[in-house]
């Protein structure tokens, strides 16, 4: 087999997980949890609840999946994906606020959180809004520099690396499988329509795609190179575990060929 059709980088999958509210459930988190290697866990301001993040976090130790803080914008009706007009000391406060919630059940459990992920608006405004960015870097460094910071890859990621370099961070840059992407590499909008895949083939093949060559096809229809270093899948129905399963499944043959 030619080099170029060998993956250039083991993928680790990553899902969003723990976002049950009482009596409320959403996601398929046991039968997910042992098929990714990080969880970003809700931390209670779109989702969750502290029950709900025990759980999730004991699945997770169980399981031995990497926990991560998966904080947002103070935005439970809209499950975060509402953008707010933040100071950036507002957003400093509320992500510390948000992984200290998560840390605390992980220590009274024996675990950790090993990084953070925005959810939602939080996460796609700090792509598009250096300010933002920095008031995130900003929370994640002074609560505990040790922590990367998950956000989307780019094309290049270049300028965000050279900001994430100014707080001493490590950049965790991730791609999905399951989203369209814009021509300039941003996520397409959910609003728009096929902005989330629902086709177990289209996902597959997207995830494969990420994998063997680092890259997509743009709503343009265009090749579209990314360096990512996971991939993100989303468990919250019965076909999108089936889906993940096939994922995790091609990955592992894939990877026994490096």
Same mark, same amino acid.
């Given at each position: 087999?030619?080099?170029?059709?060998?993956?250039?980088?083991?993928?680790?999958?990553?899902?969003?997980?723990?976002?049950?509210?009482?009596?409320?459930?959403?996601?398929?988190?046991?039968?997910?949890?042992?098929?990714?290697?990080? =969880?970003?866990?809700?931390?209670?301001?779109?989702?969750?609840?502290?029950?709900?993040?025990?759980?999730?976090?004991?699945?997770?130790?169980?399981?031995?999946?990497?926990?991560?803080?998966?904080?947002?914008?103070?935005?439970?009706?809209?499950?975060? !994906?509402?953008?707010?007009?933040?100071?950036?000391?507002?957003?400093?406060?509320?992500?510390?606020?948000?992984?200290?919630?998560? &840390?605390?059940?992980?220590?009274?459990?024996?675990?950790?959180?090993?990084?953070?992920?925005?959810?939602?608006?939080?996460?796609?405004?700090?792509?598009?809004? =250096?300010?933002?960015? !920095?008031?995130?870097?900003?929370?994640?460094?002074?609560?505990?520099?040790?922590?990367?910071?998950?956000?989307?890859?780019?094309?290049?990621?270049?300028?965000?690396?050279?900001?994430?370099?100014?707080?001493?961070?490590?950049?965790?840059?991730?791609?999905? =499988?399951?989203?369209?992407?814009?021509?300039?590499?941003?996520?397409?909008?959910?609003?728009?329509?096929?902005?989330?895949?629902?086709?177990?083939?289209?996902?597959?093949?997207?995830?494969?795609?990420?994998?063997?060559?680092?890259?997509?096809?743009?709503?343009?229809?265009?090749?579209?190179?990314? &360096?990512?270093?996971?991939?993100?899948?989303?468990?919250?129905?019965?076909?999108?575990?089936?889906?993940?399963?096939?994922?995790?499944?091609?990955?592992?043959?894939?990877?026994?060929?490096?």
């Amino acid at each position: 087999m030619a080099n170029s059709q060998l993956p250039i980088k083991k993928l680790l999958l990553n899902c969003d997980m723990g976002e049950s509210l009482g009596p409320w459930s959403m996601g398929m988190d046991e039968q997910v949890m042992p098929l990714v290697d990080m =969880a970003n866990i809700a931390c209670g301001f779109h989702a969750s609840d502290p029950i709900t993040m025990t759980r999730t976090v004991l699945l997770a130790k169980h399981s031995n999946t990497q926990i991560g803080a998966h904080p947002s914008y103070p935005d439970l009706i809209g499950f975060g !994906r509402r953008s707010m007009q933040c100071t950036p000391l507002e957003i400093i406060a509320m992500v510390q606020y948000q992984i200290g919630a998560l &840390d605390g059940i992980c220590r009274a459990h024996d675990s950790r959180v090993s990084y953070v992920k925005p959810h939602g608006a939080l996460y796609n405004d700090m792509m598009r809004d =250096a300010d933002i960015l !920095r008031a995130v870097l900003q929370a994640v460094a002074s609560y505990d520099n040790s922590l990367p910071l998950m956000l989307l890859a780019a094309t290049d990621n270049s300028k965000t690396q050279s900001i994430a370099a100014e707080f001493g961070i490590t950049l965790l840059f991730e791609a999905f =499988a399951d989203r369209a992407y814009d021509d300039s590499g941003f996520l397409l909008p959910r609003t728009e329509k096929g902005s989330v895949y629902h086709s177990e083939q289209q996902i597959l093949q997207q995830a494969l795609l990420l994998a063997t060559e680092g890259s997509v096809i743009n709503q343009g229809g265009h090749k579209l190179k990314l &360096d990512a270093d996971t991939l993100c899948v989303h468990g919250d129905n019965a076909d999108s575990v089936q889906a993940i399963q096939h994922i995790r499944n091609a990955l592992n043959t894939l990877y026994r060929c490096l």
